[in-house]
């Protein structure tokens, strides 16, 4: 078996999902975690939930949003479930769609009583993780595999190793990483792999990320958070930022905050009057916030409303002026810049 060209820069890279590639559609994914209905290993997959899911789906390839993020674990294997067979019936052709899931999570129990929460890199779990995916969404091949947090124990030799017999299997296309800070990416880096994709958290009310590259006058220290932060890492060796949660939940756009009410309220406050002035929903707003950063964010978006979708697709109509977005970041980072 002929082992992968390991220099995978930004230009010469043969793992590395071309940028242009994954953002060759619309730069939006529909995130697809909450479509098996449950998280519960036991339980059916409810009819409405396949309703929603068939809904979700079809409103996002109306959009033209052809990008599907999963992972294993999602619903425990219920969410990749539930999509196949939606997309079997939907007649979608497999070409048309870019199929993007994670491993590397194990639930408690997972295999027996005492083991405990944990993450897995290991090449035999990982290699395990991809066959269950590919069963359950029925393919042959999913293109872009993600581990989905960083495992303690990982060894980066022994993850390329499963990464190359993935690729030389035709199982799996191009891989990147979800959660991973800078010490990570690095880490990694220096075994030879830079990932096409880092999949993070990012939206409005969790701004950690770009807070990175405010290191004047910190009121206080910011700890896991060199000055040397996620994005400027992502945009030096061209890997995709993808953003998870990127509606905030809703909490920016109408729903009751349960938490942090003043941060919540004055956010949804300026995003409502951005909202008036481009003449759009809330959630356009919400996400024109990520699109307009340089990084070149890909949001994933985890609603299966279809009017949510249609009212967060708006936001590639608009484009914000430096002074709303820095009204937006100000007040979703809830603290004034230095
Ligand atoms: N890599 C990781 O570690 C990680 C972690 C979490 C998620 N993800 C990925 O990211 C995707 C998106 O994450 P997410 O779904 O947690 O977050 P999200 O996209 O920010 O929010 C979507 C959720 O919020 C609800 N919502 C949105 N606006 C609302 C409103 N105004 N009122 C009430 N509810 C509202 C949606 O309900 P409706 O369906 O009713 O619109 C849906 O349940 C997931 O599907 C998954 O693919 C990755």
Redesign the pocket.
Same mark, same amino acid.
């Given at each position: 078996m002929s082992s992968l060209p390991r220099m995978m820069d930004n230009a010469s890279g043969d793992l590395l999902y071309p940028r242009a590639e994954v953002l060759a559609g619309p730069p939006i994914? #529909?995130?697809?975690?909450?479509?098996g209905g449950a998280w519960d290993a036991n339980a059916s997959i409810p009819r409405e939930a396949k309703e929603?899911a068939r809904a979700?789906v079809e409103t996002a390839l109306e959009l033209g949003w052809n990008f599907f993020?999963?992972?294993d674990i999602?619903c425990h294997g219920k969410s990749e479930k539930v999509f196949a067979e939606v997309v079997e019936e939907l007649g979608v052709s497999r070409e048309e769609i870019i199929l993007q899931s994670?491993c590397g999570i194990r639930f408690p129990g997972d295999p027996s009583p005492k083991c405990p929460h944990r993450f897995d890199f290991s090449a035999d779990y990982i290699e395990a993780s991809v066959e269950g995916s590919l069963q359950r969404l029925g393919t042959e091949y999913l293109d872009i595999l #993600?581990l989905?947090?960083p495992d303690l124990l990982a060894e980066p030799e022994e993850v390329l190793a499963a990464f190359d017999r993935l690729r030389n299997d035709g199982k799996v296309r191009h891989f990147g990483v979800?959660?991973f800070p800078p010490h990570v990416l690095d880490l990694f880096r220096e075994a030879g792999f830079i990932p096409v994709a880092n999949?993070?958290?990012l939206?409005i009310l969790r701004t950690s990320l770009f807070d990175d590259d405010v290191v004047a006058s910190r009121r206080l220290p910011a700890p896991g958070h060199p000055a040397d932060g996620t994005l400027a890492w992502h945009r030096r060796h061209g890997v995709v930022t993808?953003?998870?949660?990127?509606?905030?939940?809703?909490?920016p756009?109408?729903?009751k905050p349960d938490w942090d009410h003043e941060r919540v309220h004055a956010t949804a406050n300026v995003v409502r009057d951005i909202a008036r002035i481009h003449d759009v929903q809330?959630?356009a707003v919400v996400i024109a916030f990520l699109l307009r950063h340089p990084a070149g964010i890909q949001?994933?978006?985890?609603?299966?409303?279809p009017e949510?979708?249609r009212a967060s697709d708006a936001a590639r109509r608009i484009r914000l002026s430096r002074e709303d977005w820095y009204r937006l970041y100000l007040a979703g980072r809830g603290e004034p810049l230095p």
């Open positions: 994914a #529909l995130g697809c975690m909450h479509m929603k979700a993020d999963h992972a999602y994670k #993600l989905h947090r979800s959660n999949q993070v958290e939206n993808q953003a998870w949660a990127p509606l905030a939940y809703g909490y756009s109408g729903r809330e959630e949001p994933v978006i985890g609603s299966r409303n949510r979708l």
